[in-house]
Nanobody
């Protein structure tokens, strides 16, 4: 049974930092894509950052230069370092993993299709 468990969310003032973590377990086959997605109240879920099994990363324009996605394969853990947080970053953040994909899918269509296994989410709230 595939499980993705996020942690690290919380409340922070604008300009602050948070680091999210996602532990991935139970995947019978290696993943192709890992990523962070978020959903703010009243808005559609959107992709934030992705990383493929080769380590190639991609970011949405709204977080580029402020967020960094990384992985620790030894710990089966995905991270999202978030700096210079803004109130508009307030959302539920989800970890997502997908398999059997071409790697360019991770940095392209995956932002829209959002296929794969989901975590339960961790809330990030940024106040002014």
């Amino acid at each position: 049974q595939v499980q993705l468990v996020e942690s690290g969310g919380g409340s922070v003032q604008a300009g602050g930092s948070l680091t999210l973590a996602c532990v991935v377990s139970g995947m019978e086959y290696a993943y192709s894509c890992l990523g962070w997605f978020r959903q703010a109240p009243g808005k559609e879920r959107e992709g934030v950052a992705t990383i493929d099994a080769d380590g190639t990363t991609s970011y949405s324009d709204s977080v580029k230069g402020r967020f960094t996605i990384s992985q620790d394969n030894a710990k089966n853990t995905l991270y999202l370092q978030m700096n210079s947080l803004k109130p508009e970053d307030t959302a539920m953040y989800y970890c997502l993993a997908d398999q059997f994909r071409q790697y360019d899918y991770c940095s392209g269509s995956w932002y829209r299709t959002q296929t794969g296994f989901w975590g339960q989410g961790t809330q990030v709230t940024v106040s002014v």
